[in-house]
Each structure stands twice: as C-alpha cells, then as structure tokens.
C-alpha cells in the first residue's frame, strides 16, 4: 500500500507560480511511477504530467513548458512546478503512483485527495 497526501495549492493570480507536493508513505517510492492528474468541475480528470521510477517526464500538451514534474527519492516526495498560471489551470490536482507506463492510467493504483488551485484573472 502506497499513501500519498498532496499539499501546496492556493489562490493564485493569472501569471503567477506554485510548487504541489506529493509525499508518499508505505512501499518503495522509488519503483513507482508518479502522475500528477487534474479535474476541473464538470470535466473529466486530465492527465497533466508524469515522471518514470528513472526520472523519464512526460507532460500534458497544455502544461508543456509551463509545468515541471520532479522527484525527491531521499525525501519520497513528488512535485509540480506550475509557472505562468492561466484561469483555465484551476482544477483540483491529483498525485497518483503506480508501476509502469506513465500515460496508462490504469497503471496508476494509488492517488491522493487533491488539493485545489484557483487561478484568478
């Protein structure tokens, strides 16, 4: 059993920055693949980035350049970077982990509660 509690999100202005974290409890964080989804209400959940067991990225086509995954093994901590926040960015944001492939979401067993951003224009 992996636990993950997310933490980090906020009010925000239009252009402006947050740093999520996901702290993992339980098994091996350092096997898991770790996904960060997000859900805005109304919408299905979206995947926005995920980062491999190797540190291999991937990233949404809406948050590319814009967002960055990363990981601490020491720290068994997953982050999300979001820079030059938009109003569409405001969702509830998911951490996930799971083994395998980062764009099968499927793969992605666990998942914390969320924790709100609200980008205000």
């Known amino acids: 059993q992996v636990q993950l509690v997310e933490s980090g999100g906020g009010l925000v202005q239009a252009g402006g920055s947050l740093r999520l974290s996901c702290a993992a409890s339980g098994q091996t964080f350092s096997a898991y693949t770790m996904g960060w989804f997000r859900q805005a209400p109304g919408k299905e959940r979206e995947f926005v980035a995920g980062?491999?067991?190797?540190?291999?990225?991937v990233y949404g086509d809406s948050v590319k350049g814009r967002f960055t995954i990363s990981r601490d093994s020491a720290k068994n901590t997953a982050y999300l970077q979001v820079n030059s926040l938009k109003p569409e960015d405001t969702a509830v944001y998911y951490c996930?982990?799971?083994?395998?492939?980062?764009?099968?979401?499927?793969?992605?067993?666990?998942w914390g509660q969320g924790t709100q951003v609200t980008v205000s224009s």
């Open positions: 980062i491999s067991w190797d540190s291999v990225t």
């Open positions: 996930a982990a799971g083994l395998g492939a980062i764009l099968t979401r499927t793969n992605y067993n666990y």
